[in-house]
């Protein structure tokens, strides 16, 4: 029998995750409606996981019952569903690949896993399915539970091939993960964006913005940095959704934080890695950075999946003269673009920068950032550097 690494494994390399209209006939209308009652959708530009795992410690510590289906992972597939408890996922195989032959298709690894996380949730009737999307929302796999819980954490410029190139058109995208949503739970936006949600988006019954849930309790957002806003909007859901529970006994819940977003691996010299692999995300790391640490004289070792706007990723950083660039060396991790590529974008602009390896990195003497993609930190965090 198959085991559900082997499984995996063997569609790493598969173009999948095309086959939407066939992947609600998996679930029968009665599993479908539990999901779509009982499911948390995350959607967002950045800050999903980060969310995701909070909501997750959230519900734990109030002995909620619940699944996490979160994307993508550092070490393992494991990693994409967690639960309050062991679970066997091993059992799940067989539903998938019959379902594989009866429509005569190919599961992608997302869709895989999510379909093992969904019906996982459904066979112990856990309280929360917490289930991040993966690209968009309209037309993400995540898209056919309908959830009536929504939660957007941000929306910035990022898959812009699929997503569109304006904000209004990826923000059209992340809503519509569901038609028919109950309660839509929004984090800090800027205003006009703010009012749109309010004034043009008819698919839900009511919204919450933190940053009112934040002026109800007399928190001042204005300086809180990203994870921070995370922290809060995953607390503000909890809070609303639960209702008869207390806000302090909330507050008093320990969250083990997410690997590999603004992780601090070093105090000193300080060594940070974060899987910013956008330019919001990129652009909020670096804030946060420097708002904790100042204008330090830093190294920053980029490494970029492929496909990323990473011309304008590198405007951000090579206009600051404290930060020395060096590009992680070709054939790193999964799907990586090749240094000559951003070399040629960093000659244009006359930035100087240097070919380096993870342990050049792990070793280098100086205060130093580790970005650019997931898979990046995932292969740092695999050689255990």
């Known amino acids: 029998m198959t085991n559900l690494k082997n499984y995996l494994e063997a569609k790493v390399n598969s173009r999948g995750n095309k086959n939407l209209n066939y992947l609600s006939s998996f679930f029968s209308e009665t599993e479908l409606s539990i999901l779509s009652k009982k499911t948390i959708s995350i959607v967002g530009t950045n800050g999903k996981s980060s969310t995701a795992n909070n909501i997750a410690m959230l519900l734990g510590g109030l002995d909620k019952s619940y699944i996490a289906f979160t994307s993508p992972h550092l070490y393992d597939y494991e990693e994409r569903i967690t639960a309050h408890k ?3 996922l091993n059992q799940y195989i067989e539903y998938l690949e019959n379902f594989e032959l009866e429509n005569n298709i190919i599961l992608g ?17 856990f309280d929360y399915f917490i289930c991040e999307a993966g690209i968009g929302g309209k037309y993400d796999t995540t898209s056919i539970i309908q959830s009536k819980t929504v939660v957007l954490t941000s929306i910035g410029l990022d898959h812009t091939d699929i997503l569109g ?14 038609n028919n949503i109950e309660t839509l739970f929004v984090s800090v936006l800027n205003d006009d964006l703010i009012e749109i949600i309010k004034s043009e988006y008819t698919n839900y019954s009511k919204s919450i913005f933190l940053s009112e849930y934040l002026n109800s309790k007399n928190i001042s957002f204005s300086k809180l940095i990203f994870k921070d806003l995370n922290y809060y909007l995953s607390l503000m859901v909890v809070d609303l959704l639960l209702q008869d529970i207390k806000y302090a006994d909330l507050t008093n819940i320990k969250i083990k934080e997410a690997k590999g977003r603004f992780e601090i691996v070093n105090d000193s010299p300080v060594k940070i890695i974060d899987g910013a692999h956008n330019y919001e995300g ?29 011309n304008n990723i590198l405007n951000l950083i090579i206009g600051k003269t404290n930060y020395n660039l060096h590009l992680i060396e070709d054939d790193t991790f999964f799907d990586q673009e090749i240094t000559k590529e951003i070399g040629y974008l960093l000659d244009k602009y006359g930035k100087n920068y240097k070919i380096a390896s993870l342990e050049q990195f792990k070793k280098n003497k100086n205060p130093s950032i580790l970005l650019g993609s997931l898979y990046l930190i995932g292969e740092y965090k695999k050689r255990e550097l």
Do not use: M, P
């Open 86 to 88: 062991d679970l066997n």
């Open 109 to 125: 690894y997302f869709e895989s896993t999510f379909l093992i996380a969904a019906k996982a949730f459904l066979h112990n009737d």
């Open 165 to 178: 190139n304006k904000i209004t058109d990826i923000l059209d995208q992340k809503i519509y993960v569901s």
């Open 282 to 310: 990129v652009e909020i790391l670096l804030r946060n950075y420097e708002n904790k640490y100042g204008n330090l004289n830093t190294d920053i070792f980029l490494g970029f999946k492929k496909g990323k706007d990473i």
